[in-house]
DNA sequence: AAGTGGTCTAGACCACTAC
DNA sequence: TAGTGGTCTAGACCACTTT
């Protein structure tokens, strides 16, 4: 039977929310279940609904709990991870038709669609140094949301000096077959190389509205930059994807 | 002066978290700043300390605001970032002497120690996948907890099948010059290739406190498995890292 | 000793979902 | 209509840090 340790050092809430995440971890809630009302936990640990309160808090932010809104309380489940692999950047691929984007979501059986936002701005300090250009260059930016099946999943913005997207379609929503890597190639930027770098934090507001994160949803921000045969960069790109939504793999010799 | 707006629709703790957080971001309340207090706040808000410490609870899960007990609010500083090459992993880098770990701590000019438990166990289904063998077959466990200047900044557990190990000092707390990879091209594995798969998610329990995380920081999870000439997968690696402290970083061909 | 954040109580009413 | 989670009040005492 639960009950709190009053003598017990941590405090209610922290015996509360261990023991609950011990029952999940042990099986006794399974992913999809739902658990006890707050207001039955209240009784049954003999405590404020608070405090009780602070425990499923606690459990959220873990990512091991979801509180719906009027329904109750549920053990979170796993959700089907979508694997992002270098090679959806080859060549091959890139040239089969439509962007990375679309090809990974057709190939894991999701509709995929894009909302698209395209401007001009100058280069700030950070993308001056990523495209090896002047702070305050003219650069054309694109803004995607793209979504599987209409579910918001992926946030993109990518950043070109203008004078390479300058007279192509580049400029537009619609970019045409290849996405903007087969128009920087047709202008005889063929590329060469990419860098990522991979970092994890908290979403911000926005972020978490538009992609329509769970409290205690990280996301994953990837930095990607192309560079051309000359060594010359000529996009750099920011991801941001929900963490639990995506899993990003690589490969490399040991060389 | 700030206030809430009773009409509004949104409830007063996202007011007042929004409010905040603009002046955070116009840069009225720097990095490593101190906010009013929760009772100055409270009166200036003109609402209720719970109501107060529901929006700062929203800022420190976003990793914009630290709470000290006994001293105050800060605006979270940015922590120096260590950032985690591909190259770490290159044959001249692994045979120049410790592993990655201690080669990366001392070129960012950290102080490296590492504590290491050392024991057997057998395969489950996810560690038998990645290294082709049997579920239930003998391992080796190694795993570590790496600090910079006695802070924990990583965690790392590592699977080797049993008898590659068997013999080496891979059974061994202190592995030797070059360390468990050394070891195995000793024994004829040379290494060929490594892949690695990078996920972020909340930190556990266990994790917080192992890496003596705050509220708001996430974890990157990365697997990484070693092949050997033959495409043996020799070794398979879960390292937990502190998502504010580390950036990682891939390059790769567009061919 | 004074000020800070951390925990807790015992209520109340609102918004949403299901029957 | 009943049950759920979401928001809010007005207190109280504890644990920690600083002076």
Redesign the interface.
Known sequence: MPTIDRSDGRPYYRQIA?DL?RRIIQGQYGPGDQLPSERVLTEDYETSR?TVRQAI?LLR???LLLAEHGRGLFVRAAVP?Q?LA?TR???AQRQAGAGAFQTDAQRAGFQPSVDVDVYSATADARIAELLQVSTGSRLIVRERLMMADKVPVQLSTSWLPAELAAGTRIELRDTGPGGIYARLEEKGHL???????????????DEASALRLA??????AVTRT?FDQHGRPVETNDMVLA??R??????????
């Open positions: 261990d995440r608070l808090g932010t873990e990512g991870v694997r270098r950047l080859d060549r590329l060469a190389r990419f860098t990522e770098s991979v970092r994890a934090r908290m979403p911000s507001q409290v205690g949803t990280p996301v994953l192309a963490a639990d995506y899993e990003l793999t690589y490969e490399f010799s040991a060389d």
